[in-house]
C-alpha cells in the first residue's frame, strides 16, 4: 500500500499548488506532530483553502475537517508568528528531490517553509537567507552537516534534476550498466519522475524484467550469483523475478527503449502542467451478506496523478485533480480501516458458520458409515453361517476341555498350518471378552473380473455365547440404533444449525451497525476537555491539567461566560458557556462548583472544600509586579462569589445524538425552572435574606438579618408591599425587590442617601492567584499516602475557611427579633409605589454581582441618565490586560446550543439516535437521564467501573435494541475517560451485576 509522495507526485502536486501563489496565511493549525493546516485566504474574501503539510508523506490542499490539537504547539506558534498574513510567494521543488519550499513573503520579509519527504522527513522554518528559525527533527548527517537553530539549510545537498536523457547519453548507460541489472534499476536514478512511471513505460513497452546480459560476463566476478537478500517474501520476489528475466537485445531493444524514455519525458511534461486528474487505486474486496448476494468493499490501496498501465485491471476512482485524489485517499482512511476491520469480523463470524455446517456434515456422514458397516457386517454373518457357527463351536469346545487360553492359541495355529477352513477364517482370539474375530467374505459375490481372484473380506466380531444368527441380529440392532441416532442427530443438528445460522447473521448485523455508529460518530470539539450539559442546557467545560485551563480560558472563554474554580490548588478551571448573555441559573453554578471541585485532589483525598465563581473580565494573565504566572496560573480580580458546599457526587451515564428531524421533540428538556414549573432543589435554594436598610441607617455589611422566606401567592394584600432584601454575603451584593404599585416622595430620599453612602464607600479591590498545579497523571502516579493527601486537602479547605465571613449568619433559616416588625414598617413605608419609581430604585440599589460581582451598588446597571447621578462608574475590578481570544474562528459562537439541542439523556421511543457520547457530570445534572449511575470517591479503578456501567446500561429493561447496538459501539476507555480518580460506584441492584 502506498504511503507517501513519490517524486512524480512531487512534480504535479507543486504544479498544481501554483494557484494559491498570492494567497494570505489566514492561521495555522497543528493536527499532531507532524501535520501542520495552513488555512489560506485568497484575493476574494470568501475564498479559503487549507492546505496540509505532513513530514516525511504529503501535502495537499484538504476540504475534510481534521482534528486539531488542544492546544498550539511550539512549531506551530513559531509559524504562525512569523507566517501569519503572509504571502505564498513561491512553491517550488529543490532540485530532483523529494523536498518542495514554500516560500512566504518577499525581500528581508521572506521566509521559506522547506518540507521534506523522503526517510523520516522533516519540516523546517527559514527565514530569507535560509538560516534555520525552528526545525521539527534536528539531526546531523556525516561529520560536518548539521540540521538545528541557527544553521544554514543546505540547499545544495539536495539532490540536482538531471538533464533530459538523450539517445546518446542512454546508450552510454547501458554500455557502462553490469551484467545483470535490470533496466528499472538503470533508468531509476537518471529519470526524476518516480518508480511508478518508470514501471509504466517499460510495461506499456513490453521491456519489463529485461535484463542487461553479457556472455563475455560469464567467468567475470559480477556474473558471479549474488546472495539473496531481505526476508522470505523479498527472496520469493526475486526469485520468481528471475524465472521471469528477459535478455535485452542492444540491437532490436534499443530503438524501443528510447521511444518508453520519451514517453517519460512527456508525462514529466504534462505534469508540470498542472492540469492532471487524480485516482485512487482500489481493491475489490467480496463483502458477506446475509441474503446470499454479492456484495463489495472497494480498499484503497494507492494514488496516482495519472492511470499507470500496472494498474489497468485494478477498481479506480477518478477526480478532477490529483490533490482532491490525494485528499479523498488520506482522509477516509480511518473509515477503510473500520471498514476492513468491519470485512475480518464478517469472515470470522461466517467461518465459525462454516465450521459448524462441516461439523453437522461430518458427523451424518460418520453415522452413515457406521449403519453400512453394521449392515454388511450382519449379511456376512448369515451369508456364512456354518462357518461361523462352527467357528463358535471349535472354540467353545477347547474352552469346555478346559485347555489354558495359550494352548487354545497353539491349537488354532496348527489347525490353520494344515489348511483347516474354520481355523483358517479365525483372526484373532478374544478370550478376555469372550470373542473371536472372523475373515468373512460373501460367497455369493461373482466377481467378474478375472484378474482379481481374492474377494474382499471383512473381519467380524462374534460373541462365543451366541449363534450366529443371534451375532448377525445384534448387527441388525446396531444399525438400527444408528439409524435413530442419526435421526436424532439430524433434528439436533439442524436446530443448532439455525441456531448458528440466526447468531451470524446477528453478529453480522450488529458488526455493521456499529461500523456505522463509529463511521457517523462525530467528536465535539469540547470531548477534549472535561465537560458536561448543566441542568439548563449551558455547556461546563473544564481543563484537564495546566495548559488546557491555559486553552480553555484563552481560546474559549467569551464576554459574559462565568469561569469557575475550587479553592484549593491543582483545581481545574471551569467555564460556563453563555451564549444568551442572561444571569447563569443558580443551579447551573453550582453544578460548575461541584465539577471543579470533584476534578481537584479534594476527590482522592474526600474531603470538600468551596468553589466561587466570577465573571471573564475578572480573569487574567496580568501577574502583580515583580511575579510570574506560569501556564495555567491566573489573576483574579475583585470579589469571589462563593458557592454553597456540596458533596462530591459525580454521575456517568450517555448522551443520544438525535438525527435533525427529531430535535425538536426534546427541546425543553433542560430548561431553566421557575417556580412555578418546579421547586428548586434544597441544595440549589438561594438564602433569601430580608433586612431593614432604611429604618436604623445599620450597615448591612456588619449587623445583618436574615430570614429564608416562603414562597407566597400572588393573593397578598396589595395595601402592603412585600420588600424583600437580600444580602449575598460572599459577594457584598444587596439587592431590593418590592411588589408595591404607588410611590411616595419621602422613601425616595432616603433611597437616595443610602445609595449616596454606598457609591462613595471606598473599595477594597480582593485579587487572588489561581496557581496552576500538577496534572491529573502526575496528581495519580505521585507516590503519597492517602493520609497525607487527606492532611495536605484539610489544611488547604482550613486556610479557606479562615477567611472572615462576618456577616453570615449562623442559622440564615432563623429571623431576629423585631423583624416582622421593621417588615411591617417597610411595607407601609413604599406601598403607594409605582412601577416606574419603583424601578429607578431598584436600579440604584441593584448589584451588578451576577455580571461584575464587586462591592454592593457600586457599579450599577445604567438605564436612564437620571439614575447615573446617583452613581460613580468602578472600573478597579476590570483587569488591566485581560486574556485575549486567540483563534477566534475555531471558537463555536453561541456556545453550540444547536449541539446541545441535539444531544439527550431521554430518548423517546420512535427517535432516530445517530450515535451515544458518555458524559461524567455532578449526579444532580443527570437526574432526568435515562441511563445513570452515580460514582463517589471510592477504592476502584476506572476502568473497571466504566466496564460495569456499560453492563449495567445494556441489560436495564427499558433499553431497547437500537440504543444496545450504540451501547457496543462505546469504547470503555472512553466511558473512563473523564472519571476523576478512584470511585465507588453506586447503582440499584448492582449486586448482581457484579455476578
Known amino acids: 500500500m502506498k504511503t507517501r509522495f513519490n517524486t512524480f507526485d512531487i512534480i504535479c502536486g507543486v504544479a498544481e499548488l501554483q494557484k494559491l501563489v498570492g494567497w494570505r496565511v489566514n492561521q495555522i493549525y497543528d493536527v499532531d506532530n507532524k501535520t501542520y493546516l495552513f488555512r489560506m485566504q485568497g484575493t476574494g474574501a470568501v475564498e479559503k483553502v487549507t492546505l496540509l503539510l505532513e513530514s516525511g508523506t504529503r501535502f495537499h490542499t484538504t476540504r ?63 527565514d530569507y537567507e ?28 539536495a539532490k540536482q534534476a538531471t538533464e533530459e536523457l538523450q539517445p546518446e547519453a542512454l546508450e552510454k548507460l547501458l554500455e557502462n550498466a553490469k551484467n545483470g541489472d535490470y533496466l528499472r534499476q538503470i533508468l531509476t536514478p537518471n529519470l526524476d519522475c518516480g518508480p511508478a512511471v518508470i514501471e509504466h513505460i517499460l510495461l506499456s513497452h513490453g521491456l519489463d524484467n529485461h535484463v542487461i546480459k553479457r556472455e563475455e560476463a560469464e567467468d567475470t566476478p559480477e556474473a558471479e550469483e549474488k546472495p539473496e537478500k531481505g526476508g522470505k517474501k523479498q527472496r520469493k520476489k526475486q526469485q520468481s523475478a528471475k524465472l521471469e528475466q528477459k535478455p535485452f537485445d542492444m540491437v532490436n531493444d534499443l530503438p524501443i527503449l528510447k521511444q518508453a524514455v520519451k514517453c517519460a519525458q512527456d508525462l514529466i511534461i504534462e505534469g508540470n502542467s498542472g492540469k492532471t486528474k487524480g485516482y485512487i487505486i482500489q481493491v475489490k474486496e467480496e463483502k458477506p451478506t446475509e441474503n446470499g448476494k454479492v456484495e463489495f468493499f472497494f480498499r484503497n490501496i494507492e494514488f496516482h496523478p495519472y492511470l499507470f498501465v500496472q494498474f489497468q485491471n485494478f477498481e479506480k476512482a477518478t477526480f478532477e485533480s490529483f490533490m482532491d485524489a490525494v ?47 453394521d449392515r454388511k457386517k450382519a449379511e456376512l454373518i448369515t451369508s456364512n453361517q456354518s462357518l461361523v457357527d462352527n467357528a463358535i463351536r471349535a472354540v467353545q469346545s477347547a474352552i469346555a476341555s478346559q485347555l489354558s487360553w495359550p494352548d487354545i492359541h497353539e491349537l488354532v495355529k496348527e489347525a490353520q498350518a494344515n489348511g483347516d477352513a474354520v481355523a483358517s477364517s479365525i483372526k484373532q482370539l478374544k478370550l478376555e471378552t469372550n470373542h ?33 444368527w443371534a451375532n448377525a441380529r445384534r448387527y441388525y440392532d446396531k444399525k438400527r440404533s444408528a439409524a435413530q441416532k442419526e435421526k436424532k442427530t439430524v433434528d439436533a443438528s439442524q436446530k443448532a444449525l439455525k441456531s448458528a445460522e440466526r447468531k451470524t447473521q446477528q453478529t453480522l448485523k450488529e458488526v455493521r451497525t456499529i461500523s456505522n ?66 444571569d447563569i441559573p443558580p443551579k447551573t453554578l453550582l453544578e460548575a462548583g461541584s465539577m471543579a471541585i470533584s476534578y481537584s485532589v479534594a476527590w482522592d483525598a474526600k474531603v470538600v472544600t468551596n468553589s466561587y465563581w466570577v465573571t471573564s473580565d475578572q480573569v487574567s494573565k496580568t501577574a502583580p509586579t515583580g511575579e510570574y504566572l506560569a501556564t495555567g496560573s491566573f489573576m483574579i480580580r475583585g470579589k469571589k462569589n462563593f458557592l454553597p458546599s456540596c458533596h462530591l457526587t459525580m454521575g456517568l451515564s450517555l448522551l443520544f445524538k438525535l438525527e435533525d428531524s427529531f430535535i425538536e421533540r426534546h427541546l425543553g428538556e433542560r430548561k431553566v425552572r421557575s417556580l412555578d414549573d418546579d421547586q428548586i432543589d434544597q441544595n440549589v435554594k438561594e438564602t433569601e435574606v430580608e ?83 500538577p496534572s491529573r497523571k502526575k496528581q495519580v502516579s505521585a507516590k503519597k499516602t492517602k493520609e497525607d493527601k487527606a492532611r495536605a486537602a484539610k489544611q488547604e479547605a482550613a486556610k479557606q475557611e479562615v477567611a472572615p465571613v462576618s456577616t453570615e449568619p449562623k442559622n440564615p433559616s432563623q429571623v431576629k427579633r423585631g423583624q416582622k416588625g421593621k417588615l411591617k414598617k417597610m411595607k407601609q413605608k413604599y406601598k403607594d409605589q409605582d412601577d416606574e419609581e419603583r424601578e429607578i430604585r431598584m436600579m440604584i440599589l441593584k448589584s451588578s454581582g451576577k455580571e461584575k460581582p464587586q462591592a454592593a451598588a457600586e457599579k450599577v446597571v445604567e438605564k436612564s441618565e437620571v439614575i447615573k447621578q446617583y452613581v460613580k462608574p468602578d472600573k478597579s475590578a476590570a483587569p488591566k490586560n485581560p ?89 470503555e476507555e472512553s466511558m473512563a475517560r473523564n472519571i476523576p480518580g478512584k470511585v465507588k460506584l453506586s447503582a440499584p441492584q448492582l449486586q448482581k451485576y457484579h455476578k
Request: proline share 4%; net charge negative; aromatic share 8%.
Open 517 to 582: 455508529i463509529v463511521k457517523a460518530r462525530k467528536v465535539f470539539w469540547f470531548e477534549k476537555f472535561y465537560w458536561f450539559i448543566s441542568s439548563e442546557n449551558y455547556l461546563v467545560i473544564g481543563g484537564r491539567d495546566a495548559q488546557q485551563n491555559e486553552l480553555i480560558v484563552k481560546r474559549y472563554m467569551r464576554p459574559k461566560d462565568i469561569y469557575v474554580h475550587a479553592e484549593i490548588q491543582g483545581a481545574s478551571s471551569v467555564i460556563i458557556q453563555n451564549p444568551t448573555g442572561e
Open 64 to 126: 475534510f475537517e481534521w482534528p486539531k490539537n488542544m492546544a498550539p504547539s511550539g512549531f506551530s506558534m513559531k509559524l504562525r508568528k512569523h507566517l501569519k498574513n503572509k504571502r505564498l510567494e513561491k512553491i517550488q521543488q529543490l532540485g530532483g528531490d523529494r523536498i518542495v519550499d514554500f516560500q512566504f513573503g518577499t525581500g528581508d520579509a521572506a521566509y521559506h517553509v522547506i518540507l521534506e519527504l523522503y526517510d523520516r522527513g522533516n519540516v523546517i522554518l527559514t
Open 883 to 971: 486574556v485575549e481570544l486567540e483563534d477566534a474562528d475555531e471558537v463555536p459562537v453561541g456556545g453550540d446550543v444547536d449541539i446541545l439541542n441535539s444531544l439527550t439523556g431521554q430518548p423517546h421511543e420512535g427517535d432516530e439516535l445517530l450515535f451515544a457520547i458518555p458524559v461524567v457530570a455532578p449526579y444532580q445534572a443527570l437526574q432526568n437521564y435515562k441511563f445513570k449511575v452515580k460514582l463517589t470517591p471510592g477504592t476502584g479503578k476506572r476502568g473497571k467501573a466504566a466496564k460495569l456501567a456499560l453492563n449495567i446500561f445494556a441489560k436495564e429493561k427499558g433499553c431497547n435494541a437500537r440504543e444496545k447496538d450504540l451501547l457496543k459501539s462505546i469504547k
Open 691 to 773: 433586612h431593614d436598610l432604611l429604618s436604623d441607617g445599620e450597615d448591612t455589611e456588619t449587623n445583618p438579618t436574615t430570614n429564608v422566606e416562603e414562597q407566597s401567592s400572588n393573593t397578598e394584600i396589595t395595601g402592603f408591599p412585600n420588600t424583600e432584601v437580600k444580602i449575598e454575603h460572599d459577594t457584598g451584593r444587596i439587592i431590593v425587590r418590592s411588589d408595591s404599585i404607588n410611590a411616595e416622595n419621602e422613601g425616595t430620599e432616603e433611597i437616595e442617601e443610602v445609595v449616596e453612602k454606598l457609591s462613595t464607600k471606598p473599595l477594597d479591590e480582593e485579587t487572588t492567584i489561581i496557581l496552576a498545579g
Open 436 to 468: 473371536i474375530s472372523l475373515m468373512l467374505s460373501d460367497p455369493y459375490d461373482n466377481n467378474e473380473d478375472e484378474d482379481l481372484k481374492t474377494p474382499e473380506v471383512t473381519v467380524v466380531d462374534v460373541d462365543l455365547a451366541l449363534s450366529a
Open 130 to 157: 535560509l538560516t534555520t528559525l525552528y526545525i521539527l527533527r534536528p539531526h546531523t548527517e556525516g561529520e560536518n552537516l548539521r540540521f538545528a537553530m541557527r544553521e544554514k539549510y543546505p540547499v545544495k545537498r
Open 327 to 373: 485528499d479523498e485517499f488520506y482522509s477516509t482512511q480511518e473509515s477503510q480501516k473500520i471498514d476492513m476491520k468491519t470485512l475480518h469480523q464478517e469472515r470470522e463470524a461466517l467461518k465459525k458458520l462454516s465450521n459448524v455446517k462441516n461439523d453437522h456434515a461430518k458427523r451424518l456422514e460418520e453415522l452413515t458409515k457406521v449403519q453400512d458397516v
